[in-house]
């Protein structure tokens, strides 16, 4: 199994720009959240959904847009870069809490993102 | 809010020594759960173990053990027996059994550098 795979790796944009990072996970998993890790710090979280057509607001969520259509797969979009939104991107997949468990969850490889 | 407080920024062991990894908490709630995750310098999360707020053992995954004491709000890592694939940063993070979207709360870290 892929897991949670998280496009591209690697962008630059100029400020201003817009752009959209794409998170797909093959595990059928409910929830889905968006991280990002600045330089030196743990992860915050941005926007997390419930399934799909349910989405809400994390710690940090100006500035970036999410939906989620379908089960597998759950977008960000970044509406106008900005420098201070230069970071590591993770998107994390898991299973519902109300499933038992532990229920950890999976992550993607990251996307660096850099504004400038 | 829940806080996570992880007070070493940076540590060394040495190679086939034990080591533990600090981490306080801050909640309210009675029902959540502590994990603890490895990033490598290759930039992924793994995750390593798992802790119920109602476990009354200890969790242990191999090499790894995690150190509950409810009542101080601390859920210290111990790594047995390192190895030089240890070295990377180590982040506890905490999740609101009672949250819709497994939602995680990170603390900012601790990097492990062990020592041959």
């Known amino acids: 199994n892929a897991g949670v795979t998280q496009t591209p790796k690697f962008q630059v944009l100029k400020t201003g720009q817009s752009m959209t990072l794409q998170c797909a996970q093959d595990?059928?998993?409910?929830?889905m959240s968006w991280y990002r890790q600045d330089p030196g710090m743990g992860l915050r979280l941005i926007h997390y959904?419930?399934?799909?057509?349910?989405?809400d607001q994390g710690e940090v969520p100006n500035g970036y847009n999410v939906s989620r259509s379908t089960t597998e797969d759950f977008p960000l979009r970044l509406l106008s870069a900005a420098p201070s939104q230069t970071s590591v991107y993770f998107c994390?997949?898991?299973?519902?809490?109300?499933?038992?468990?532990?229920?950890?969850?999976?992550f993607g490889q990251g996307t660096r993102l850099t504004v400038v | 809010a829940q806080k996570i407080t992880q007070t070493q920024p940076g540590m060394f062991v040495q190679e086939k020594e034990a080591v533990t990894l600090d981490c306080t908490y801050d909640?309210?709630?009675?029902?959540?759960?502590l994990f603890w995750y490895k990033q490598p310098s290759s930039g992924e999360m793994i995750f390593l173990i798992y802790?119920?707020?109602?476990?009354?053992q200890n969790a242990t995954e191999g090499r790894y053990s995690l150190n509950f004491q409810k009542a101080r709000k601390s859920a210290n890592l111990v790594i047995s027996a390192s190895q030089l694939g240890d070295s990377a940063m180590y982040f506890c993070?905490?999740?609101?059994?009672?949250?819709?979207?497994?939602?995680?709360?990170f603390g900012g870290g601790t990097r492990l550098m062990v020592k041959p």
């Open positions: 994390a997949s898991s299973y519902s809490i109300a499933t038992g468990g532990v229920t950890e969850a999976f």
């Open positions: 909640t309210s709630d009675q029902s959540y759960g």
């Open positions: 993070a905490m999740r609101r059994d009672n949250n819709a979207g497994n939602m995680l709360t």
């Open positions: 802790q119920g707020s109602y476990d009354e």
């Open positions: 959904s419930v399934g799909a057509g349910i989405t």
């Open positions: 595990m059928n998993h409910e929830y």
